[in-house]
């Protein structure tokens, strides 16, 4: 129970939380059905957490089902609101674009002598609807050709342009020719996407370069090394649980858990490093991982973003499936390695039921252990046991959502409108799942807050990967799906694993 004081902090802090959104409804008013949408967000973030806090300090508890029902709801809610917000946005764009184009139509009538200082129609709708000066507007204009792409209509859009018209080419080379040209006219001053309007036409955007990604902070990089630290403390307390003690109580042991610990973290630093050889090899920057430390299997893998544009959707796939392939591959081979290994009196003695834990583990451990897995304990390396975890976090982060490896594979291959509903079947399969497994509910709330949103486009959207890499991406899925399925009891006993 509560004590008085721990009752006076919960309610402190819920009261506290509630005012926070009290005056962010105050703050939301003037800007109407948007402002509304915005902070609505907020409150179903907030709401489940309100909620159990709430009523703890009243004295009623919510089981652990009951948390998670609210933490899935919580996610549905937010998603759909941030449907209407961008649906509310749109609307209010097109509206403001017609009335300054009613405006600047009814301008000349306004105009009632010849030497009047108002400016005419076209030129107040120019300077209204076009923020790139009109000097560098036009050089842009000049790019465009009857070979490379034949421009009909120009777009004010963000803090630059869109440009309709018809495509006159194979898209890559186009873009290579049109970037090439801008550059030439206009230095680096702006970058040129080629993508897809909603009605599946190509069109060109360009934007100023200063809305290019940002190096990171210096305080970005110590979070980062934090995190970094975080997880090798966590990798070998992992390790230590293993091997059926609790390093942080018994410190003096720390040697004994090195040589898991040092497994787990070659995983990881492996799959870090493939990430980092193909961005290097298209001579695209990546920032600092960061690392997500958890003390049940040492770490869940890292966040790495981007702080370059990417030049097409090619590139996007190569650099997101570089990082699972060499971790997955290092780990397959200390798993394969570990079962050949494994012998009577090996280092662990694990139940037949780990090897039902997983589709792909349970199926290479029979063709290699055979009818030793019909034995209540197996004796298995340790090699065994750093290879099960690596390719459990090699999976997780091919998960089909947001900008994880899995999310990314997907965009590169499917295109964004593919993506974005992957990510959402993803949050709805991990809900459901969490309510048997706490696990699913950390990596809903990982990718929720940290993960959700979509990979920015590339420069060249249209252009898709080849088959070849549409087939690895595909075997990659299906290798993350047969590591996290579970075997069911039936299939196990029909392949001989467990009494």
């Known amino acids: 129970m509560f004590t008085l004081s721990e009752t006076s902090i919960v309610t402190a802090i819920v009261l506290v939380a509630f005012g926070i959104l009290g005056w962010g409804f105050y703050r939301a008013r003037p800007f109407g059905k948007l402002g509304i949408l915005a902070w609505l967000q907020s409150v179903v973030l907030m709401a489940p957490w309100l909620l159990f806090f709430g009523l703890f300090a009243a004295g009623i508890y919510i089981n652990i089902v009951g948390i998670l029902f609210l933490v899935v709801a919580s996610a549905g809610l937010y998603i759909f609101l941030g449907k209407q917000l961008r ?30 200082n108002l400016p005419t129609g076209p030129a107040e709708l120019k300077l209204q ?3 790139i000066p009109e000097d560098d507007l036009s050089a842009i204009k000049s790019i465009f050709g009857i070979d490379t792409f034949f421009a009909t209509e120009t777009i004010a859009y963000q803090e630059g342009a869109i440009f309709k018209g018809n495509l006159r080419g194979e898209p890559q080379e186009i873009h290579n020719r049109l970037s090439a040209t801008l550059q030439e006219r206009l230095g680096d001053r702006y970058r040129l996407f080629l ?38 403390a966590t990798s070998l307390e992992a390790a230590g649980l293993l091997l059926n003690f609790d390093l942080f109580g018994q410190p003096q042991r720390l040697a004994e858990t090195l040589p898991i610990g040092i497994g787990i973290l070659t995983i990881l630093v492996a799959h870090e490093i493939g990430h980092w050889l193909l961005a290097k090899r298209h001579q695209v920057r990546l920032s600092w991982p960061f690392f997500l430390p958890a003390v049940q299997i040492g770490s869940f893998g890292a966040i790495t973003r981007f702080e370059s544009l990417l030049p097409n959707r090619t590139v996007l796939f190569d650099v997101a499936l570089a990082g699972p392939a060499v971790g997955g591959i290092v780990s397959l081979l200390m798993l394969i390695s570990g079962l050949l290994l494994s012998h009577q009196g090996s280092l662990f003695q694990v139940p037949n039921q780990f090897f039902q ?9 029979r063709v290699v252990l055979g009818s030793a897995l019909q034995s209540p304990l197996v004796n298995v390396h340790p090699l065994v046991v750093i290879g099960w975890l690596g390719l459990v ?10 900008q994880l490896d899995g999310g990314r594979i997907v965009q590169a291959i499917y295109g964004r409108k593919t993506a974005g509903r992957a990510t ?30 979509l990979e920015r486009p590339s420069l060249n959207e249209i252009s898709e990967p080849d088959d070849a890499r549409a087939a690895l991406g595909l075997l990659a899925l299906f290798l993350m799906i047969s590591t996290l399925l579970p075997l069911t009891p039936g299939l196990a006993g029909r392949l001989g694993i467990g009494g």
């Open 424 to 453: 959402l079947a993803t949050l709805i399969l991990l809900g459901i799942v969490s309510l048997a497994n706490p696990l699913a509910m950390y990596w809903a709330i990982v990718i929720l807050f940290l993960q959700r949103d």
């Open 393 to 402: 976090i090699t999976a997780l982060n091919l998960m089909p959502a947001g």
């Open 129 to 131: 609807v076009m923020p």
């Open 357 to 365: 834990g997983s589709i792909l583990v349970g199926s290479l451990a």
């Open 195 to 232: 993508v897809e309007n909603t009605d599946s036409k190509p069109v060109v955007i360009v934007l100023p370069s200063r809305n290019d990604p940002r190096p990171m902070s210096l305080p970005q990089k110590a979070f980062a090394g934090i995190l970094l630290i975080a997880t090798l």
């Open 87 to 116: 649906s509310a946005g749109q609307d209010a764009l097109l509206k403001q674009r017609a009335t300054e184009r009613l405006a600047a139509e009814a301008s000349p009538e306004l105009n009632t002598t010849p030497d009047s």
